[in-house]
C-alpha cells in the first residue's frame, strides 16, 4: 500500500494578510531554479497535491500556500472566506514570497478555486506571472451562454452539499475511508485518499477528534459566489503566457468544469489541453501526466532561471 510522506520544507514563512488572516508558506525544491506557486481547490490544501508537484521538485523552486481557513493556515474571520479576499490574498503571497525568497522567474500553478482566483487576479489587479497554469477551473458562463446553467447549478450543488457536510472524524483514517468508499474519487492515485484526509484536517486537543480546517459554512459560500462570477467575457483580456489543462469533456462522468472549459478554448483560442480519462481532480488522477504537460508548457516559453 502505498503512503506519502512529504518532504521537509527547506523554508516556512507566515505571512499576514489584509485584514490580519495568516497564511503559511512552504518552499521546496530546488532553490536555484525558477520559483512555482502553488495551491489548491475549494476545501482542499496543497499538501494533498504532493503526488503531483512531486515531479516538479528537482527542476523548480515550489511554493506552496493554502487558501485562508485551508490547510495550515489557523482559522480566521470565516465572513472573510470568499474568493475577493482570495485575491487580495494570492497579491500579497506573490508580492512577499518574492521578498522573502528574492525576485526569479515565477509561474503560477493553480488548481479549481484557486485557477479562477488567478483569473480575477489577473484581470482586476494585475500580471505578475511569467507564465500561469490553470488547471480545470470551475469558471461559470454568463447568462444566455449555453453553459451557464449548467455552471451555475453544478456550483450551487456543490454549496448546498458542502454546508452540511460533517466536519468531524476519530481520525484522519475514518476520513480516507470515506474517500477510499467514494466512486467519483476512485480514480485517484493509490495513497492520495489518505494523504487528503491528512492535509484537510487538525487534531482537535481539546474535543480528542479531527476537525476539518476549512469550515464547510465558508467552503459554501465560495461555491455561491463563484456560481455568480462572470470572467468568463473578460478572458481575451489575460496576457499570457496561459495554459488551460481540463479534466476530459467526453468522459461519461464529465462534469461542468470539463465542459465549459472546452467551449470557452473554442470561443478565445487560448492554449488548452485535455487529460484524458480524467475527472476534476486532475492533479491527483494523473500527477505524473499533470507534471509534463506543465514541465512541457513552461519549456515552449524559455521558462528558465
Known amino acids: 500500500m502505498t503512503e506519502f510522506t512529504l518532504p521537509t520544507p527547506l523554508e516556512t514563512i507566515d505571512l499576514t494578510m489584509d485584514d490580519g488572516a495568516l ?24 499538501d494533498a497535491y504532493y503526488p503531483f508537484w512531486q515531479h516538479l521538485l528537482e527542476r523548480f523552486e515550489v511554493v506552496l500556500y493554502d487558501q485562508r481557513n485551508h490547510g495550515h493556515n489557523p482559522r480566521h474571520d470565516v465572513t472573510h472566506h470568499d474568493i ?22 515565477t509561474a503560477g500553478v493553480f488548481h479549481s478555486i484557486s485557477a479562477v482566483t488567478a483569473v480575477w487576479h489577473a484581470l482586476d489587479v494585475g500580471w505578475r506571472w511569467d507564465a500561469l497554469i490553470l488547471f480545470d477551473p470551475p469558471l461559470v458562463p454568463s447568462v444566455g451562454h449555453e453553459l451557464h446553467e449548467i ?28 474517500f477510499k ?15 487528503m484526509a491528512r492535509s484537510i484536517l487538525r487534531h482537535d486537543e481539546e474535543a480528542g477528534d479531527w476537525v476539518l480546517c476549512c469550515p464547510p459554512q465558508g467552503e459554501s459560500q465560495v461555491y455561491a459566489t463563484n ?28 462534469r461542468s468544469p470539463g465542459l465549459v472549459n472546452r467551449a470557452l ?3 478565445f483560442g487560448h492554449p488548452y489541453e485535455i487529460v484524458p480519462g480524467t475527472t476534476h481532480m486532475v492533479q491527483i488522477e494523473k500527477p505524473a501526466e499533470c507534471a509534463a504537460i506543465v514541465t512541457a508548457f513552461l519549456d515552449e516559453n524559455g521558462f528558465t532561471g
Open 227 to 254: 456560481s455568480k462570477l462572470d470572467l468568463c467575457p473578460r478572458l481575451g483580456e489575460l496576457k499570457g503566457p496561459v495554459k488551460f489543462i481540463t479534466s476530459d469533456p467526453d468522459d461519461p462522468n464529465a
Open 84 to 105: 475577493s479576499y482570495f485575491v487580495s490574498d494570492m497579491e500579497t503571497v506573490f508580492q512577499q514570497v518574492k521578498a522573502a525568497f528574492g525576485e526569479k522567474k
Open 151 to 178: 455552471g451555475r447549478d453544478f456550483e450551487l450543488m456543490l454549496a448546498d452539499w458542502s454546508k452540511d457536510r460533517p466536519d468531524r472524524f476519530a481520525d484522519p483514517a475514518e476520513l480516507g475511508d470515506q
Open 181 to 195: 468508499k467514494s466512486k467519483s474519487l476512485s480514480r485517484w492515485v493509490e495513497g492520495s485518499h489518505d494523504l
Open 265 to 267: 478554448h473554442e470561443e
Open 23 to 46: 497564511i503559511r508558506v512552504r518552499r521546496h525544491g530546488n532553490k536555484t531554479g525558477p520559483r512555482l506557486i502553488l495551491a489548491h481547490g475549494n476545501g482542499f490544501a496543497t
